[in-house]
């Protein structure tokens, strides 16, 4: 694909984003403004799920793996 191909092809884009959103009928300000939002709201999801989403899956398997069949360590060293 050439420059000039992938330039109209990411123009063509925008311009989908632009009317799935509705914001092509906003003043450029609004546009930036929305944009602003729009990119601190993505990026702060994305952060979250970087960082939170691998504790929560670490503790869902250790308390799924304490229901159906495994002993905490424990409980095994005073068995012992």
Known sequence: MDFKNLREYLAWLYYQYLLITGIYVLEPWEKSVFNS???SVIAMVTYTSY???PIHLLLALEFFSGIFGGQPESTMALMN
């Open 51 to 53: 960082v939170f989403v």
């Open 37 to 39: 939002i729009l990119f």
